[in-house]
């Protein structure tokens, strides 16, 4: 036996040991070689080991050049020498946590003692209730127990149970079996009788002694009595007790019915491989195990399927596992792998449990600390930062959006430090509880209302940038990171408090003819910069699209919240680019019956479906009492909440570039009170007060505003423009308007 391939560069015609006879090829003849030694003649696979007149005379020589170096293999045989540490850092990426996962949130620690507390709180309180009906149960088969504790000790006592064995030696006329059956009954039945004997007597004792005690110990014994004889009359299909909670009838996820779920959902990559390797093919990384009120596996799916083709498929699954939609919630883990999926099945429909927000109960809340939104699937309670982050919030009609607005809007009513703006432009008053506590409201949806709006955004920007100025003028020891903070907020005479805007149906604000182009020019600006500087945007719509959501806003958004949406675009809109590729998808949501569940990103490491609390109106309402109530008593309310006249967006203007706008190149020298006139057309709303003032007060006007631009005024000739009798006056020359404009435009460059 040889092996060629054991040296690439032997060459069988060049070898005369390998030149075989016709007796050699039929077999006859033939040396039998031992393995070891001929492995060990072998020459060496290292061309540089061999002789000289070898590497000479090999083909390669001739051809080219000889490669020099040791022959590996791709695969190394053998188990992969890996570094120790290396292991362990393996080993501490699925290490399970010492402290369970639910005692690490001290919020969700009280919730799930609570909810432990109050579930047996529960079943004690029903039993008790019920202590009256199962005294009568126990009083009605006492009768019947007495008879089964009588025939029971005589069936006992005189050993009745091996009577069919008896009669079955006599019939088979097996008379020593008989009489060792017949003895051994006998030796029972005396043991027994006295036994019984003991008891009887026993028990007439202790009835003579409790004839003589109290009334109230003779009642207790007849009560331990009809309890006994009860128990021992109990029929088998009729339990004493009542059950406090009906069990579910979930069926228990096991592997088998994960992976029949997975086949039949027609992915084809899995469908391959299970026909090639059933066995391997859906690999289980971890046990199924309870995860809340639901089981949880995870699972490494076929190489080349994603977890976003499993929740495509998500209805499929619902049907396999024969659970309802609502409870199937596949979602993947990418830090791991996109093969990774989490399956998680729960006990009872997402859409049919009700969140109760903490809010209902809180007298205050800081938002520094976030704002309790809702819960996941599992019951965990879902909460959404507020500071430093802008959200979005998106959805068809009927969904829940302005629901889930209604909750940030409580949360951030409830802490004094928070300024509200509120601009609801539907026109439905959805927000109307919380008009008490806004510095800016407003609830239409006619053009006055979203002309406010457009000037919130225009306020908005100035505020800005006044507290970028002055967060920046703040000391080092103060605000060391440039943020605002707790502390920072606290001292409201710095004007950095948390300031939260929030826009319900904003599509109305920037797909408007007139507002629109500037609003989102504005809410951009915003959303870029005033993050860090306490403002935060709250945005919701019915309709994403790029009209209606400016590209620049949905783009740069930190949180997003998208309920049921119709297409890939709206949700590409809503919850970012290639969200939908990715898996993320508010399509799989049903109409109406999903109202309040969607996607949330941004408020945690990973994409989540949340299902938010409710606040009905009457709900809301007792929130934003209490909240006024906190305001009012900490000097918090402002502006609107006091009955104040809103704050205008004052329109800015530029009066060089207005001056020589009027002044054509063909004026070398103008009047004064001419260029007022035409000022006062050019910007009635600015300039018309300069107008109508009387003689030289309008000349005066016009010169004591271009003193600063450091330009002087002169005397020149002209004619009034109506035509008339010319005379000298005081004017400017156009140049000196030039000049100032050059002159600040380098100013600024520089």
Not at 273 to 285: E, G, L, S
Not at 703 to 727: C, H, R, S
Request: proline letters at 7%.
């Amino acid at each position: 036996m040889t092996h060629q391939h054991d040296n690439p560069n032997h060459d069988d015609d060049k070898d005369p040991d390998r030149s075989a006879t016709p007796d050699q090829e039929n077999g006859k003849d033939a040396d039998i070689v031992h393995l070891d030694a001929a492995r060990a003649g072998r020459q060496p696979q290292n061309p540089a080991d061999r002789p000289e007149q070898d590497n000479e005379d090999s083909p390669a020589s001739a051809d080219g050049p000889v490669l020099e170096g040791a022959v590996v293999r791709v695969d190394q045989p053998g188990p992969t020498a890996a570094d120790w540490r290396t292991a362990l850092e393996a080993k501490t990426r699925s290490r399970q946590p010492i402290v369970p996962l639910w005692l690490r949130s001290r919020s969700e620690a009280v919730e799930t003692i609570k909810w432990v507390g109050l579930h047996y709180l529960h079943v004690a309180g029903y039993q008790v209730c019920r202590v009256p009906l199962y005294g009568g149960r126990l009083t009605a088969r006492a009768p019947r127990g007495l008879l089964r504790l009588i025939g029971g000790s005589l069936k006992w006592t005189f050993d009745l149970e091996g009577e069919p064995v008896r009669l079955a030696a006599v019939q088979k006329a097996d008379p020593e079996a008989y009489l060792k059956l017949s003895r051994q009954r006998d030796r029972r039945v005396r043991l027994r009788a006295l036994v019984s004997a003991a008891a009887l007597v026993t028990l007439l004792i202790v009835a003579i002694m409790v004839a003589k005690q109290p009334t109230a110990t003779q009642w207790m014994a007849l009560a331990v009595a009809i309890v006994t004889l009860g128990i021992l009359g109990k029929p088998a299909d009729r339990p004493l007790i009542n059950r406090a909670v009906v069990p579910s009838t979930v069926e228990k996820l096991t592997s088998d019915i994960v992976v029949r779920s997975l086949t039949v959902l027609g992915i084809a990559g899995i469908n391959q491989a299970i026909a090639k390797n059933p066995k391997d093919a859906i690999r289980f990384v971890a046990p199924i195990t309870r995860d809340g009120p639901g089981w949880r596996a995870d699972i490494d799916l076929p190489y080349g399927v994603t977890v976003a083709d499993v929740m495509d498929k998500r209805d499929r699954m619902a049907s396999a596992l024969r659970r309802p939609l609502g409870c199937i919630w596949p979602e993947g883990d990418s830090t791991i792998h996109e093969g990774r999926l989490i399956l998680w099945v729960g006990d009872k429909d997402l859409s049919k449990t009700v969140i109760k927000s903490p809010l209902l109960k809180t007298s205050s809340h800081d938002v520094f600390k976030g704002i309790p939104f809702g819960c996941d699937p599992r019951g965990r309670a879902i909460v959404v930062p507020l500071i430093e982050q802008n959200i979005l919030i998106g959805s068809q009609p009927g969904q829940g959006k302005t629901a889930s607005v209604r909750v940030l809007t409580s949360g951030a009513a409830l802490d004094p430090s928070a300024e509200l703006w509120i601009h609801e432009l539907k026109g439905t008053g959805d927000l109307d509880p919380h008009e008490q506590n806004c510095h800016r409201y407003v609830s239409g949806i006619e053009d006055e209302a979203i002309g406010y709006a457009a000037d919130s955004l225009a306020l908005l920007r100035k505020e800005v940038m006044r507290r970028a100025a002055a967060l920046k003028a703040l000391p080092p020891d103060l605000c060391p990171d440039k943020k605002v903070t707790r502390q920072i907020a606290d001292k409201r005479s710095l004007g950095l408090h948390p300031l939260v805007a929030i826009f319900d149906e904003c599509q109305n604000l920037f797909a408007h003819a007139e507002y629109g182009d500037k609003a989102g020019d504005d809410a951009e600006f915003i959303i870029k910069l005033g993050r860090a500087l306490g403002v935060i945007l709250v945005l919701a719509t019915q309709r994403p699209d790029k009209d209606s959501l400016p590209t620049g806003i949905s783009a740069n958004v930190t949180i997003r919240f998208c309920l049921r949406v119709a297409g890939q675009l709206e949700n590409d809109m809503i919850l970012g680019t290639s969200a939908y590729k990715n898996g993320i998808r508010a399509t799989v949501f049903q109409p109406k019956m999903d109202a309040g569940i969607g996607y949330l990103l941004g408020a945690t490491p990973m994409p989540k479906v949340v299902r938010t609390a409710y606040l009905d109106t009457p709900a809301t309402q007792r929130i934003a009492d209490r909240a006024h109530a906190l305001r009012a008593s900490t000097g918090a309310l402002s502006g609107h909440a006091l009955g104040e006249t809103p704050e205008q967006n004052t329109p800015t203007f530029d009066l060089l570039a207005d001056v020589l706008a009027m002044v054509p190149p063909s004026e070398v020298k103008v009047w004064n009170e001419a260029i007022v006139d035409r000022l006062a057309e050019l910007r009635p709303d600015v300039y018309g007060a300069w107008a109508r003032l009387e003689g030289g007060a309008k000349t005066a006007q016009l010169t004591t505003a271009l003193k600063p631009y450091g330009i002087k005024t002169m005397q020149v000739w002209g004619t009034p423009e109506g035509g008339g009798k010319g005379a000298n006056r005081i004017g400017i020359t156009r140049d000196d308007i030039v000049t100032a404009i050059t002159q600040r435009d380098r100013g600024r460059a520089s």
